[in-house]
């Protein structure tokens, strides 16, 4: 069993920054490889970053990977999404995703966090 819990949304003006950060806990859960995802209103919930479980490989989707930067500390199990330069698009819903397999969607998702709001204004 993993436990994930979100923090570190809230407004935001566009060109600023965020950092999100999600406290997992559990036994195995360095052994996970851990992704962000983002549900805008009305939208479905899209994948937007990973890392895996070694650290040493990260993913980011094409359309923010100039803007987000995903990164994890096993010390503090502990995964982090940087966000720079806000734009009012990036409004949503931030979840934690924790998945034992390589591939990012929904549905392979083993453990979700309850999501963070980010509401970024122009």
């Known amino acids: 069993q993993v436990w994930l819990v979100e923090s570190g949304g809230g407004p935001g003006q566009a060109g600023g920054s965020l950092r999100l950060s999600c406290a997992a806990s559990g036994r195995t859960v360095n052994s996970y490889n851990m992704g962000w995802f983002r549900q805008a209103p009305g939208k479905e919930r899209e994948f937007v970053a990973a890392?895996?479980?070694?650290?040493?490989?990260?993913y980011t989707t094409d359309s923010v990977k100039d803007r987000f930067t995903i990164s994890r500390n096993y010390a503090k199990r502990t995964v982090y999404l940087q966000i720079n330069s806000l734009k009012p698009e990036d409004t949503a819903t931030y979840y934690c995703a924790a998945n034992l397999r390589t591939s990012w969607a929904v549905t392979t998702v083993d453990y979700w966090g309850q999501g963070t709001q980010v509401t970024v204004s122009s």
């Open positions: 890392v895996a479980w070694s650290g040493q490989t990260t």
